[in-house]
């Protein structure tokens, strides 16, 4: 596979050694063996959308763990991240190019019509269903930084008193500390 070979100079991996041996990275891409597996990863890449990456914030993660627990979630959105793929989109041509090319029904396509304003339907209720759990995680990322607003006000205000405090020891101190200037 020469394209392998390809990848691999063009990302960088293939570098020669200043001892003139090849190093490990020398080595032609072609005599690796091809992992078995790697035509059926392609397909399911292709036929099943990646999932998202786990988010790092310590409440969407909790969220996310509280959602997972319901099926209903977890079904809602496998519908919803594999009908905004584009895997969807090539199933649906390829679905009316078959209905229409092989002459399912004539013209007017009354039952194909039905049959996507249906499933128009049932997708943009598990959208909206999507967006609604969105949108508790944007309520509650907001309400975790409004606390977080908060703290920081508490704390700029303590840092203020402790400010004036200092400003007036400051004083207190510069005051006693001069000599008092006295009649000469």
Known sequence: MPSRHIAAVMAGAVTSSSAGTPAASDVDMDQAPAAPTSHRRRLRR?????????????????HAEQQRRDA????????TRFSGSMTFVYLHVIWFACWIGFGVEGYP???????????????????MISQNRADGKRQ?????????VREE?????ELL?????????TKAIHASASPRSGPK
């Open 46 to 62: 292709f036929v099943v959308p990646p999932k998202l990456p786990q988010p790092v914030n310590p409440a969407l993660l909790q």
């Open 153 to 157: 006000d508490r704390q700029n205000k």
């Open 161 to 169: 008193d402790l400010s004036h405090q200092i400003l007036d020891l």
């Open 72 to 79: 209903q979630n977890r079904i809602a959105d496998g519908i």
């Open 109 to 127: 396509y009354g039952l194909l019509t039905m049959i996507v304003s249906l499933e128009a339907i049932f997708l943009s209720t598990f959208v």
């Open 140 to 148: 509650m990322l907001a309400d975790q930084q409004w606390q977080t």
